[in-house]
């Protein structure tokens, strides 16, 4: 459609529309970087959904049950600030747009959840806010079967773009909203067929509405620049039964006179010919980001347009009984349920008194059957590996389209799209998720568990069959250098337990963290109860402390993790019967253990001893605990993986990677003696 027949068809929608397109303009004009032609293209589109559909009130940014809308596409970032600033989000000011990009402004490159309201999560790597958005989905489906529809009855809506859909990542979240029949996920994609190569043709031919609905999704088209168009599709799309793809057709830079429709509107200022240009077509004479106050006005009114909706929904809310009020409030602030804790020291008693030899993802199982039934918004979930992952326990339910009580998705092999899909639940609100695969397959999941970390959300990551020990799958399946890219990661909390103690410590410390997530990395292999002292105090919360103290002058220090603290326990034997006094420091959470004050961290690891760090994976990250702290080069040494694992029986595979009691024995007894060799590797 030709801007002047907007104008003259549509002539109050008109101005709101161009106003979040000049606003974009000018503020990537001004900042000198950013992504003008989205903004531009999708402002119809963004528009109509605002004024006639979205269910949100900007005074109230935090509202449960608003509907959520999601910029998958990211990188235009301007369309959410612009329409965030239009609407009157109160933190949202003209200066903050004005300062797009700039440090300490809440407008940055890229929405960045928790930077500014209304900014439902992080996106920028594209795809992940469309995965995001299954998440969303299916947390509304849940709470709204668990606490009914006048509490949580709300719409997911998604802005992506060609990027978004070429990433493979769409793949698994479009295939998983498809199978759950999430029907109140609508998705408008920016069909504008550009990137920044070119034209999209250049590297993809996919007929993306055909790939919707072979998915098992209602696929509708609209002129994205018509509003009476995009206004029927999404009408229709919101009495959809199954998700909703609506392609929006529309034009990237919409209106500039040499840019529009040209991969040259994607990602650099106009420049200022261009921009007066397209100022000039638009009939747009105020200066930079000048909005006049009649436009400013409306679009405030349409920030209000559901102030009503949502004081119903409050007076809704106040006829609750008062602890249907409290568990509504508990579980959206994110707090632990009374019992978790309770629940966690019986079964830390129990299994001291019974010390049991299991694998640690066995562990966590029986962890999970414990604090399942007491902690209702827990949603857990495997990528297709739940009897291996052991995930699932009784009572959980699987959620799908005729239960959706059920409190476990059946997620597929659809790693990446399982964690973005449990960032969406964690960022909605009232739903703590967990899922599972294997340890290696974390690289799949990576860039949502990147932004996990970096959004602060505390989702739990049950990564099973954690090293070689995993046997004879073999190489492809043996993480070695997980845990040290998991570790350099900020803000995640790592946790490797030796047992089923230290498995319920670190479970309980995932379900109460409030900014962080956590990875659980378990064992294949049967482990032996390690802590058979019952100790009350959760002591996986120091990150690490003293396991077994020397007996007599203490003369070596072994630091483990997870099923090498066996290994260090009965290497200690060796080198006590030899009169060696030595310490076993079980370290099952470095981060947490880095958080400790000085004089904690100088307890357990005090200088003079010599160290042996023992780890069934790569020693990257391990010189920190062998001499960064208190200890010194050639009195340490670390017993673990050099390379690639192999195909064999676990016994085999430690004996020939030299992961052995006696290996590490003699390691402390060289330093001792004063044999140091320098690691070639390390
Ligand atoms: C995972 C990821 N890869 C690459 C990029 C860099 N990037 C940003 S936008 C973009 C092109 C996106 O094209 P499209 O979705 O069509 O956006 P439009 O050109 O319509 O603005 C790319 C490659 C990114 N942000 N995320």
């Known amino acids: 459609m030709e801007i002047a027949t907007l104008k003259d068809l549509h002539p109050d929608h008109w ?24 903004p531009m293209g999708m402002a119809d589109v963004a528009t109509v959904l605002f004024e006639r559909h979205l269910k949100f009130d900007a005074s109230a940014p935090d509202w449960p049950d608003r509907d959520r809308f999601v910029l998958s596409a990211g990188h235009g970032s301007m369309l959410l600030y612009a329409l965030l600033h239009l609407t009157g989000y109160q933190d949202m000011t003209l200066e903050q747009v004005r300062n797009f990009r700039q440090w300490g402004s809440i407008t940055a490159g890229h929405p960045e959840y928790g930077h500014a309201k209304g900014i439902e999560t992080t996106t920028g790597p594209l795809g992940q806010g469309l995965a995001n958005a299954v998440g969303f989905a299916i947390a509304e489906e849940a709470l709204r079967a668990r606490f009914g529809k006048k509490v949580f009855d709300h719409h997911t809506y998604v802005i992506a773009g060609d990027g978004c859909l070429m990433e493979g990542i769409s793949h698994e979240a479009i295939g998983l909203a498809g199978m759950q029949q999430l029907s109140k996920l609508i998705v408008l994609w920016d069909d504008n067929a550009i990137s920044i190569d070119g034209d999209v043709s250049l590297s993809d031919i996919t007929d993306q509405k055909l790939r919707f609905k072979a998915a098992g999704w209602k696929v509708l088209d609209c002129n994205g620049h018509d509003p009476e168009d995009i206004d029927r599709a999404l009408t229709k799309a919101k009495q959809s039964k199954k998700p909703t793809m609506i392609a929006c057709k529309t034009t990237i830079g919409y209106g500039a006179p040499t840019k529009a429709g040209t991969a040259k509107a994607h990602g650099s200022p106009l420049g200022a010919d261009e921009l007066a240009a397209t100022r000039a077509a638009y009939g747009w004479s105020h200066d930079p980001f000048v909005i006049p106050a009649e436009i400013k006005s409306a679009w405030e009114g349409v920030g209000k347009r559901g102030s009503i909706a949502r004081s119903e929904w409050e007076t809704r809310f106040a006829t609750l009984s008062s602890s249907r009020q409290a568990e509504i409030t508990r579980v959206l602030d994110g707090s632990a349920p009374k019992r978790l804790a309770s629940v966690i020291r019986g079964l830390k008693r129990q299994i001291s008194e019974t010390a049991p030899k299991v694998a640690t993802r066995k562990s966590s199982e029986m962890v999970l059957a414990a604090i399942n039934p007491v902690t209702p918004e827990t949603i857990g979930g495997s990528a297709d590996l739940t009897g291996s992952n052991n995930t699932l326990t009784p009572d959980l339910g699987i959620f799908g389209p005729s239960d959706r009580k059920g409190r476990y998705v059946h997620y597929g092999i659809r790693e990446h799209g399982m964690a973005a899909a449990m960032n969406g639940m964690a960022l909605h609100g009232g739903i703590k998720p967990y899922g599972g695969t294997f340890l290696c397959f974390t690289d799949y999941a990576r860039g949502a568990m990147r932004l996990s970390s970096l959004m602060g959300v505390p989702v739990t990551y049950v990564m099973t069959h954690d090293s070689i020990g995993l046997g004879e799958d073999g190489p492809t399946h043996q993480p070695v250098e997980h845990l040290a890219m998991l570790r350099a990661t900020p803000n995640v909390n790592v946790f490797r337990p030796a047992d089923t103690v230290e498995t319920a410590e670190a479970w309980e410390l995932a379900l109460t963290s409030e900014r962080t997530p956590s990875v659980l990395a378990l064992t294949r292999q049967g482990l032996p ?78 200088g003079g001893p010599v160290r042996v760090a023992v780890e069934a994976a790569i020693r990257f990250g391990w010189d920190r605990w062998l001499y960064g702290e208190r200890g010194k080069r050639e009195k340490s040494g670390f017993v673990g993986m050099h390379g690639f694992g192999a195909s064999a029986p676990i016994g085999d595979l430690y004996r020939e990677f030299g992961i052995t009691a006696e290996a590490v024995a003699q390691k402390a007894k060289d330093l001792i003696e004063g044999r140091w060799q320098p690691d070639p590797r390390a």
């Open 15 to 38: 101005q709101k529309s161009a106003a979040i397109r000049v606003l974009a303009m000018d503020a990537v004009e001004q900042a000198n970087s950013g992504h003008p032609g989205m």
């Open 529 to 606: 109860t390690v802590r058979t002292n019952h100790k009350m105090k959760n002591l996986t919360a120091h990150g690490a402390y003293v396991l077994a103290d020397a007996e007599g002058k203490r003369k070596a220090i072994l630091m483990a993790t997870g099923s090498e603290v066996a290994i260090a326990l009965e290497a200690r034997e060796i080198l006590q019967a030899q009169g060696i006094g030595t310490r076993v420091v079980s370290m099952p959470c470095w981060e947490l253990f880095e958080q400790q004050d000085e004089t904690y961290r100088r307890r357990v690891l005090p």
